[in-house]
């Protein structure tokens, strides 16, 4: 209704400390990312994109999350599922990409899709069952069978020319 407002989700963070090798926390990301992105979100920031092994320093001690970790005994990075997952919008959706009408005839996939400004088109899929589910991608009245993966994202990427 009033597209010269912006909406941007700042401060994004999963609490309870650093869960590494939790596979859920980046599936809660992208399930979070999703819903934002088609209630017309325009960005998503994370609180923080990189914590210590204890998930912090924090001036309050209120220890989060982060995509990545921090492991200051062993001086090396540790690379959540949450940066992975992010990675599906980030190096997909582009600046200026435009939001696009997605629609799912299965209850347990969330999608969102975009169009680039160069045309491709984004479409990210994401499957938090136990179990494979079929389904049609289907873009201009053209369809093509595939799957998502049980607990996984997956992002379709095609230009636009690719379905005329």
């Known amino acids: 209704m009033w597209p010269e407002k912006h909406i941007i989700m700042t401060e994004a963070c999963q609490e309870s400390g650093p869960r590494i090798w939790d596979w859920k926390l980046g599936e809660r990301y992208a399930e979070a990312i999703i819903q934002d992105l088609e209630g ?39 690379f959540l599922s949450s940066f992975y997952y992010i990675g ?12 696009i009408a997605v629609a799912s005839n299965r209850d347990k996939l969330k999608a969102t899709g975009f169009m680039n400004p160069d045309g491709s088109v984004v479409t990210v899929v994401l499957n938090q069952e136990d179990y494979n589910i079929e389904f049609f991608l289907q873009v201009a009245g053209r369809a093509a069978p595939t799957q998502v993966p049980s607990r996984s994202i997956v992002t379709f990427r095609f230009h636009s020319n690719d379905v005329n």
Do not use: K
């Open 40 to 78: 017309w979100l325009e960005a998503w920031i994370d609180w923080n994109l990189i914590l210590d092994e204890t998930g912090g320093p924090n001036h309050v001690n209120n220890l989060v999350s982060a995509p990545v970790i921090y492991d200051t005994a062993r001086d090396r990075l540790v």
């Open 88 to 99: 599906h919008f980030s190096r997909f959706i582009v600046p200026g990409a435009q939001r």
